[in-house]
C-alpha cells in the first residue's frame, strides 16, 4: 500500500526514517510546484536520488531542505541506479548540518528564488579575484535568473551557489533582489505545524532549525530511544485522529508500550501500538478515522 502526506508534516528526515526502520523497498517521489524529486530505497537503505538534474548525495541535501509539497511511497519500486553509498544515518546527518548552516546563510540570503545582481565598482580601488567557482556564478547572475536557475543551469545544488553568493554579497560584489513577482507585503504567519520545520529552498524566508529528534537518537546510535520517539509520534497521530488528545485510552497503551521497549523489545512494539491504537480510533470515531490512521502509520507495518 503507498503512503503519502504533507511535507509540511513531515519532512523527508522523518519520513524515510519510518521506513528505513521498517527495512521496506521502495520510492518517494515529492513534488513542490512545478518540482519533482524521487529518493529510492532498498531493504530501507537510501540507494539513488534525483531532483531535476541533480543526482545522488547533492538531491538527498536539496530534498531535505523542503518544508512545502507533498510525498508519495510507492512499495517495490526500485532504481537500476546506485548514486548514494554512505549509510543512511551518515547522509541525514550531513543533511541536517547543511540545514543548520542555513540559519547563517539566511541572513544575507532570504531563499533561493532570490535573483542575485551585480554590484557596480565604479571608484573601488585594488583587485578582484574570483575562484572558479565564484566566475562561474558571476557569469549567470545577470539580473534575471533566480538562485535555482543558476543551480540548474550549472548542474550543482542550490546550496552549493547560496554559500557562494554569501561571500560574494559579504564582498559587496553582488546584491540578491526580490524574487520575481514577488509580493511587497510580508507574508501571513504560518500556523505551527508538530515536529520541528525543515528551512525551504524557494519561496520564502530560511527559517532558524535543526534535525529531528528521532534523527538525532539515531545518529547517536540509540535504537531504543529511536523507537521511543516513534511510539509518541503514533501517539500524537493517534489523539488527532481521534480528535482526543489526553485520551487515556489512547494514553495508556502509549505508556504500556515504553514499558515493552524498557524490557528490550524492538521494532513489533510499535506496530503492536499501531493496531491497538487503530481500534481505539474506530471506536472513538468509526473506520474512516482509523483507516486514514492507518494510511499515514503504513511504512512501519
Request: proline content about 6%; overall charge neutral; glycine content about 8%.
Amino acid at each position: 500500500m503507498s503512503f503519502q502526506g504533507s511535507l509540511n508534516e513531515l519532512p523527508l528526515s522523518d519520513i524515510v526514517q519510518l521506513v528505513a526502520v521498517s527495512g521496506k523497498t521502495g520510492m518517494f517521489s515529492m513534488t513542490r510546484a512545478s518540482e519533482k524529486g524521487y529518493v529510492y530505497l532498498q531493504n530501507g537503505h537510501i540507494t539513488h536520488a534525483k531532483l531535476g538534474e541533480v543526482e545522488g548525495e547533492d538531491a538527498i541535501y536539496a530534498l531535505a531542505l523542503w518544508n512545502q509539497g507533498t510525498f508519495q511511497f510507492s512499495p517495490g519500486v526500485e532504481s537500476e541506479a546506485r548514486t548514494i553509498s554512505r549509510s543512511n544515518t551518515n547522509l541525514l546527518l550531513e543533511a541536517a548540518r547543511r540545514s543548520d548552516e542555513w540559519k547563517i546563510l539566511s541572513r544575507k540570503i532570504p531563499g533561493t528564488d532570490s535573483v542575485p545582481v551585480l554590484v557596480s565598482r565604479e571608484g573601488a580601488n585594488g583587485p578582484v579575484t574570483l575562484t572558479p567557482l565564484e566566475w562561474r556564478v558571476v557569469t549567470k547572475a545577470d539580473g534575471q535568473r533566480s538562485i535555482d536557475e543558476i543551480a540548474r543551469a550549472l548542474k550543482t545544488s542550490a546550496f552549493d551557489i547560496a554559500k557562494t553568493l554569501y561571500g560574494l554579497v559579504t564582498a559587496e560584489l553582488v546584491e540578491i533582489g526580490r524574487p520575481r513577482g514577488a509580493a511587497r507585503t510580508a507574508p501571513e504567519p504560518r500556523a505551527p505545524v508538530s515536529g520541528p520545520a525543515i528551512p525551504p529552498l524557494t519561496g520564502q524566508s530560511i527559517p532558524v532549525s535543526t534535525h529531528s529528534g528521532a534523527f538525532h537518537a539515531l545518529s547517536k546510535g540509540d535504537e531504543k530511544r529511536s523507537l521511543q520517539i516513534l511510539c509518541t509520534k503514533v501517539k500524537q497521530e493517534a489523539e488527532a485522529a481521534a480528535g482526543a488528545p489526553g485520551d487515556a485510552t489512547i494514553d495508556r497503551p502509549y505508556r504500556s508500550a515504553l514499558q515493552e521497549l524498557d524490557r528490550g523489545r524492538g521494532l513489533d512494539v510499535v506496530r503492536d501500538l499501531i493496531r491497538t491504537l487503530e481500534e481505539t480510533i474506530e471506536r472513538l470515531r468509526g473506520p474512516v478515522a482509523a483507516r486514514g490512521f492507518r494510511e499515514k502509520m503504513n511504512p512501519l507495518l
